[in-house]
């Protein structure tokens, strides 16, 4: 599972950086080519990346650019953060995409607020880096719950939206054995400790004491399940 952003190609990203307009721009006709130094040497270190394939080095000339041009907190640069965080997931690089999308999330906020922008597509996509990266469930969980958050806030909660993100999550929680049972075994009075290690004991088998558990978090996904009954 993977938030897909609608296909832009990443040359209208220039768009973004050196003039300031939506990525929801049909068209890139008539876009005058940057002539100033600074914009000139970031679009040249953008080209040459894109030229070799490296879509992470491509997108990061650019941010570069923004921070240093439009500030940390523009709507500009929290746009990049997000591509940024975005491309290095597709590229594998986890832990540096859940870095970068942490960020992205913050300048986003700084820029256009707790539910504008890109607030839904950077939580989701934090949450889809951490599957990866760290697959713990509470700070996967944490960011689809704020995704979920910003729809309802958005009036969106009674849409196929939202209903297929509920089902989204649930797929992704049990993505890496995220929900997996967890069997443990405890055998007492047939060890004795020797030298740090454990050694078997030749012992009466009467005298040997099992316990025995198991559990598994699959019920983390009923409250997801439960509301997409619920609007379905």
Do not use: W
């Amino acid at each position: 599972m993977m938030i897909c952003f609608p296909h832009v190609a990443l040359r209208r990203l220039l768009l973004v950086v050196f003039l300031g307009i939506s990525l929801a721009l049909p068209s890139m006709a008539a876009v005058a080519e940057p002539d100033d130094p600074a914009s000139a040497a970031a679009l040249a270190r953008f080209d040459a990346a894109l030229a070799q394939g490296n879509e992470v080095d491509a997108v990061r000339s650019l941010l570069e650019y923004a921070e240093e041009n439009h500030g940390e907190n523009a709507p500009q640069t929290a746009t990049l953060t997000h591509r940024y965080g975005y491309v290095l997931m597709r590229a594998g690089r986890y832990p540096e995409a859940v870095k970068a999308l942490e960020l992205a999330l913050e300048r986003s906020e700084a820029a256009f607020g707790e539910f504008g922008g890109e607030a839904f597509d950077i939580n989701m996509n934090i949450g889809i880096a951490y599957s990866h990266h760290r697959p713990l469930l509470k700070p996967r969980i944490e960011h689809f719950d704020r995704a979920l958050e910003v729809l309802r806030a958005r009036g969106e909660r009674e849409t196929v939206k939202y209903v297929t993100t509920l089902i989204s999550i649930v797929g992704n929680l049990a993505d890496q054995n995220g929900l997996s049972g967890e069997t443990s075994t405890r055998v007492d009075g047939a060890t004795t400790p020797v030298m740090g290690t454990f050694a078997v004991r030749d012992t009466n088998i009467g005298s040997i004491r099992l316990s025995y558990s198991y559990k598994n978090l699959f019920y983390k996904t009923d409250k997801y399940l439960d509301e997409a009954v619920e609007l379905a």
